[in-house]
C-alpha cells in the first residue's frame, strides 16, 4: 500500500497556487478549469475546495505571493552593501529585477477589465513594498551627496500611485511618446525635490 504524503498546509497551498500559475501562463486564465489545477497539482477535488472556494481566489492568492516574491527581491536589491543609491533606483525601476515582474503573463491577466480590482490590490501590494524602500534609498543618495532634500515616504507614495494611474492602470491609451514625457517629467520631479542636479535620474525616462 502506497504511503499517503502528508504536507504543511502552507505547503500545499503553494503548490496548488504554483501549479495554476504555470497553466495560466501556459493555456491563460480562461482556458484553465478548476480540474486542470487539481490535475496539474496532483491533489483530490476535495483538497482544492479546502483552500479555494473557486478559481478567481487563485489570482487573489496569487498577487499576495507575486507581493511577497517582490518584497524579498527588491529588499535584496536596498540592502546590498556595494551599491550606490541610484544603482540601486536603476534596478528597481528598470533592472531585470523589475522587469522579471512586469512582463510576468500574470500581468496581462490582472490587466484585464474584469480583474479591475486584483490589479488595486497589486497596484497597492506594490506601493506598500516599494515606498519606504525607495525613500531608504534616497536616504542614502543624501548621505552620498546626489540630493540635498529629505524625500518622506509620504511623498514616494503619491508619485508611485500616481504614476501607477497614469501609466499602468490601462484606462489611458498613451502613445509611446506621451508615456516617455510622463516618465520624463516624473523624474524631473523627483530632482526638484530631492535637490539633485539636473538629469541625474534621466534613467527614469527610459523605463
Known amino acids: 500500500m ?10 500545499r497551498r503553494l ?3 504554483l501549479a495554476a500559475q ?3 501562463e501556459k493555456n491563460g486564465y480562461t482556458k484553465t478549469s478548476v ?22 481566489d487563485i489570482l487573489r492568492a496569487l498577487i499576495e505571493h507575486m507581493g511577497s516574491e517582490m518584497e524579498s527581491i527588491f529588499n535584496g536589491v536596498a540592502e546590498h552593501p556595494d551599491l550606490t543609491a541610484t544603482q540601486k533606483l536603476k534596478k528597481i525601476l528598470r533592472g531585470p529585477e523589475k522587469s522579471k515582474i512586469s512582463s510576468s503573463p500574470i500581468m496581462n491577466i490582472l490587466h484585464k477589465p474584469e480583474n479591475r480590482e486584483l490589479q488595486e490590490q497589486l497596484n497597492i501590494q506594490s506601493i506598500n513594498v ?3 524602500l525607495i525613500a531608504t534609498i534616497l536616504a542614502q543618495g543624501k548621505k552620498e551627496g546626489i540630493f540635498t532634500n529629505t524625500i518622506s515616504v509620504e511623498c514616494v507614495q503619491l508619485i508611485l500611485a500616481g504614476s501607477q494611474f497614469v501609466l ?13 514625457v510622463f516618465l ?7 530632482e526638484r525635490l530631492g535637490g539633485a542636479k539636473s538629469g541625474s535620474l534621466r534613467f527614469i525616462a527610459n523605463l
Not at 502506497?2 to 505547503?11: A, G, L, W
Not at 487539481?38 to 477535488?45: L, R, S, V, Y
Open 168 to 180: 499602468d492602470s490601462g484606462l489611458f491609451s498613451w502613445s509611446a511618446q506621451k508615456r516617455k
Open 22 to 24: 504555470q497553466l495560466f
Open 184 to 190: 520624463k517629467t516624473m523624474a524631473e520631479m523627483l
Open 2 to 11: 502506497k504511503k499517503r504524503i502528508v504536507k504543511k498546509p502552507d505547503v
Open 15 to 17: 503548490e496548488i497556487i
Open 130 to 132: 516599494l515606498a519606504p
Open 35 to 56: 480540474e486542470s489545477i487539481i490535475a496539474e497539482a496532483g491533489i483530490a477535488k476535495g483538497t482544492f475546495y479546502y483552500y479555494f472556494k473557486a478559481k478567481q
